[in-house]
């Protein structure tokens, strides 16, 4: 069964080699490995995730390892409907003020990752969940209201060893 990750920047940092040259080959693995096990990457309309997205597209960065990370960022995700997971701007919903005031108690200059948590709301049906970087977020009271949070680090290095089963 697909499952819907929703994957906050690092995304992006990894693969422009922001973060060093391995995390930029993992982010690349993890891309391969996305699409063998037939996952998708959410993607919601007007996120800053979106806006990263087509920055990565756009740059005009020319070195050989960013230009090769963004080619398979474009071939396996953005030009690949399966493989994404896209969600409007109109087809999603408010927070919950409970939910809003959770989020910025834990992280006060949270509002521009709020597109995280919408778009959980949004697909929890189908067994989504973040996957972030920001260790703020493995929260057990985010938990309790029901959001599934995975941190990127020990999610990937697992996620790169999964066999797939016929």
Request: charged letters at 30%; glycine letters at 4%.
């Amino acid at each position: 069964m697909s499952v819907p990750i929703i994957v906050d920047e690092w995304l992006f940092e990894d693969l422009a080699g922001k973060n060093g040259a391995d995390k930029q080959s993992q982010a690349v693995q993890f891309l391969y490995k996305l699409e063998e096990i037939c996952d998708r990457i959410v993607v919601l309309e007007g996120s800053p995730f979106e806006k990263k997205m087509h920055d990565l597209m756009g740059s005009t960065n020319d070195s050989c390892r960013f230009r090769a990370a963004r080619s398979v960022f474009i071939e396996l995700i953005s030009s690949n409907s399966l493989k994404k997971c896209f969600i409007a701007k109109e087809d999603i919903s408010a927070l919950p003020d409970d939910v809003i005031k959770l989020i910025h108690k834990i992280n006060p200059s949270s509002t521009k990752d709020h597109y995280l948590f919408q778009a959980h709301q949004k697909l929890k049906h189908k067994d989504c969940f973040i996957l972030t970087s920001d260790g703020r977020w493995e929260n057990e009271k985010l938990k309790k209201k029901g959001f599934r949070i995975v941190m990127k680090d020990s999610f990937i290095t697992q996620y790169l060893e999964r066999e797939i089963s016929n």
